[in-house]
């Protein structure tokens, strides 16, 4: 059985031109969710093994089709998040009781540390989610204003919705110890190694903001309006990362959101029918 809203809205593109996009959003009752795996890549520039796992996130993005959502958490460098520590020491105790484990260190939808292994993260994503999401937005001048939606499959509780904003294309030279996917580089350099997914703002709390238990039911949507004003020193051309997870952190499912040029895609669950 199958709840269908349809929800007509205006979504305005970086050029301040608008464009009236149909959208249908479908809350599953009793059903299931594509899931998409999050990858927490805690990183940095000086790190020389870091290229390899950048790689392999990389090329999982393409290989499973953009079902994974992969977020850079930089240590230490110029793109340095500021609650970088917080989080390493909350999910690194979490995943594996220790915060001694070195860079880079990868952690799968907060619950597991990475291995690398690629099949580790395509059987994940096999098995479908009782949580969807998705998300309208429009931006204008520099004003990010977003309503992420989130679809449940089942009766669930206390609840999590973290939103993060991620940038794409950064520039730095990256150390390496030898061609670890993107060449040997120069003296032990990556020259202006183009850094994506960089966690630049947390949108939500750092941890997530709370959902309403009464409205995270089978077929129901639960709805969070954000407004975030993006910097002059980011890119306009950010992307969105939005995830929930339950009292323990860990992720129920997660989405990449690219926020200019998707709206119709955006605006849809992800559903396994």
Same mark, same amino acid.
């Given at each position: 059985?199958?709840?269908?809203?349809?929800?007509?809205?205006?979504?305005?593109?970086?050029?301040?031109?608008?464009?009236?996009?149909?959208?249908?959003?479908?809350?599953?009752?009793?059903?299931?969710?594509?899931?998409?795996?999050?990858?927490?890549?805690?990183?940095?520039?000086?790190?020389?093994?870091?290229?390899?796992?950048?790689?392999?996130?990389?090329?999982?993005?393409?290989?499973?089709?953009?079902?994974?959502?992969?977020?850079?958490?930089?240590?230490?460098?110029?793109?340095?998040?500021?609650?970088?520590?917080?989080?390493?020491?909350?999910?690194?105790?979490?995943?594996?009781?220790?915060?001694?484990?070195?860079?880079?260190?990868?952690?799968?939808?907060?619950?597991?540390?990475?291995?690398?292994?690629?099949?580790?993260?395509?059987?994940?994503?096999?098995?479908?989610?009782?949580?969807?999401?998705?998300?309208?937005?429009?931006?204008?001048?520099?004003?990010?204003?977003?309503?992420?939606?989130?679809?449940?499959?089942?009766?669930?509780?206390?609840?999590?919705?973290?939103?993060?904003?991620?940038?794409?294309?950064?520039?730095?030279?990256?150390?390496?110890?030898?061609?670890?996917?993107?060449?040997?580089?120069?003296?032990?350099?990556? *020259?202006? @190694? #183009?850094? +994506?997914?960089?966690?630049?703002?947390?949108? $939500?709390?750092? &941890?997530?903001?709370?959902?309403?238990? %009464?409205?995270?039911?089978?077929?129901?949507?639960?709805?969070?309006?954000?407004?975030?004003?993006?910097?002059?020193?980011?890119?306009?051309?950010?992307?969105? *990362?939005? @995830? #929930?997870? +339950?009292?323990?952190?860990?992720?129920?499912? $997660?989405?990449? &959101?690219?926020?200019?040029?998707?709206? %119709?895609?955006?605006?849809?669950?992800?559903?396994?029918?």
């Amino acid at each position: 059985m199958r709840l269908k809203l349809l929800i007509i809205l205006s979504i305005f593109l970086i050029n301040c031109s608008s464009e009236e996009v149909e959208i249908q959003l479908d809350a599953v009752v009793d059903g299931k969710y594509k899931t998409n795996v999050l990858i927490e890549d805690y990183t940095g520039a000086w790190c020389g093994f870091c290229p390899r796992v950048a790689k392999k996130i990389e090329d999982l993005w393409s290989s499973t089709n953009k079902r994974i959502t992969p977020i850079a958490i930089h240590n230490r460098d110029v793109f340095s998040f500021s609650k970088e520590g917080e989080m390493r020491t909350r999910f690194w105790v979490a995943s594996m009781g220790t915060t001694r484990w070195g860079f880079p260190s990868a952690i799968l939808n907060r619950s597991s540390k990475w291995f690398e292994n690629p099949k580790t993260v395509t059987d994940l994503i096999a098995v479908d989610s009782n949580v969807g999401l998705a998300l309208d937005s429009s931006i204008k001048t520099r004003t990010l204003t977003m309503k992420v939606k989130v679809g449940f499959g089942a009766d669930l509780s206390d609840l999590k919705l973290v939103v993060y904003l991620t940038e794409n294309g950064l520039k730095a030279d990256q150390r390496t110890y030898g061609d670890l996917g993107y060449g040997e580089g120069t003296n032990g350099y990556l *020259v202006d @190694f #183009v850094h +994506d997914n960089v966690l630049r703002a947390s949108i $939500s709390e750092l &941890f997530g903001d709370s959902i309403d238990s %009464t409205l995270s039911k089978n077929g129901e949507i639960y709805e969070k309006s954000y407004t975030y004003e993006i910097p002059e020193e980011y890119s306009i051309l950010s992307n969105i *990362v939005a @995830f #929930v997870v +339950d009292k323990n952190d860990k992720v129920l499912n $997660s989405r990449f &959101f690219i926020t200019t040029g998707e709206g %119709t895609a955006n605006g849809k669950f992800q559903t396994s029918e």
